[in-house]
């Protein structure tokens, strides 16, 4: 059976991370790099292995070890990838692609096709990769990045900065419900675009720098190079989404929702959780997102995929979210 997550870092102060134990090394042919800019660096720098393949333990570990994620976050973030993107059956998960390094797949309609799969966490409004409808959801796109330069100087007197997070995601927003007809927002990737707005202040800018402002060459080192800069040191103490509350409030009626009818024609998902309703986005992650990957599954299977719910499930309860458990494969 899957073993437990860690739990969380016991010295969770600033450190070395980019240390003479993990250094950099470009990608040999195979392996995975995909749409995360941090799992893609871990992997680049040998927290997680270097060929973009890892077990939720692994990762829990690397984005606590590398960065100080803190443990409940990256506990829910790490499980609920891993239900939809990842192999119950062997316990690993492709940070790119689908590969055979993940093992043999469970029966379809289950995917376990990484974390390039689109329209779970990953999904539309990206800052540096494009919208799936465009074709690569996963690499670097320098024009995308340039609208992150453009905002940074606007908004951060030339830094990345919450003020700036806001700014660029609701320009992002807007952006994709003009150009792209097949745009959609809605939970779980919802939750993962607003998170991920605040995830390089919070985790990119070096540990020794209390400024809450991000350069914009170690934002390139991270987001295109997969690369810690020289000297880097992770942040001190753990944190999750700390600063979100900026970018929402900037959007205080923006609603989960997609085009219906092409460019332009946005409409409110009243199916969709909000981004204050991480209940219903449980709920129905469960019932409705993984039941239709995994519809009746026996033997192994079925005990993986349950142990697997239930770190998922005692993840929302550490984060203190207090759901009710939901059992679609029984107790
Ligand atoms: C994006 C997975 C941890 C920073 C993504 C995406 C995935 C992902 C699937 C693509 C979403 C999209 O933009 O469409 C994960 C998983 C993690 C994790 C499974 C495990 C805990 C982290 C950590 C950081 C981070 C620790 C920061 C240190 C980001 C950022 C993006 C992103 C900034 C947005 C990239 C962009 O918009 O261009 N992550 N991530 N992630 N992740 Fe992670
Ligand atoms: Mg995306």
């Known amino acids: ?3 437990p997550p860690p739990g969380p870092l016991s010295d969770d102060s600033s450190k070395l991370v980019h240390d003479a134990a993990h250094p950099y090394q470009p990608l040999r042919h195979g392996d995975q790099r995909g749409p995360c800019p941090a799992l893609n660096t871990l992997a680049s720098h040998g927290y997680l292995p270097r060929n973009g393949v890892a077990t939720p333990a692994q990762i829990v570990t690397a984005v ?12 829910f973030l790490t499980y609920s990838t891993f239900l939809v993107n990842g192999n119950p059956l062997t316990n690993l998960m492709s940070i790119g692609d689908a590969t055979s390094l993940t093992g043999q797949n469970p029966p379809k309609p289950a995917t376990v096709a990484g974390l390039d799969t689109h329209n779970n966490c990953e999904g539309d409004t990206s800052m540096t990769r494009n919208d799936a409808f465009f074709g690569d ?8 990045f340039q609208n992150l330069v453009k905002y940074s100087k606007k908004y951060g007197a030339g830094k990345y900065n919450y003020t700036v997070a806001a700014q660029l995601r609701k320009f992002l927003i807007q952006d994709s419900i003009q150009r792209n007809p097949q745009f959609t927002l809605v939970s779980p990737r919802l939750f993962t675009a ?10 990119f800018v070096d540990g020794r720098d209390k400024s809450g402002q991000l350069d914009l060459d170690t934002a390139r080192s991270f987001f295109q190079n997969m690369t810690f800069p020289p ?13 979100q509350d900026v970018v929402t409030d900037l959007m205080p009626n923006f609603k989960p929702g997609f085009n219906a009818r092409g460019v332009n024609s946005f409409k409110v998902d009243p199916t969709s959780a909000t981004l204050d309703q991480p209940c219903v ?5 469960v019932n409705k997102n993984i039941k239709s990957l995994y519809p009746n ?10 142990i697997n719910l239930q770190y998922l499930y005692e993840a929302t309860v550490a984060s203190g979210d207090g759901c009710t458990q939901v059992f679609p494969y029984g107790h």
């Open 1 to 3: 059976p899957p073993p």
């Open 64 to 75: 606590q070890e590398g960065f100080n994620l803190e443990n409940s976050f990256a506990r």
């Open 137 to 144: 959801n996963h690499s670097f796109q320098e024009d995308r």
């Open 194 to 203: 607003f998170a991920e707005s605040v995830f390089p202040i919070n985790f």
């Open 231 to 243: 000297n880097f040191h992770r942040r001190a103490g753990a944190v999750s989404n700390v600063g």
């Open 281 to 285: 986005r449980y709920t129905n992650f």
């Open 297 to 306: 599954p026996t033997g192994n299977l079925k005990q993986a995929l349950k």
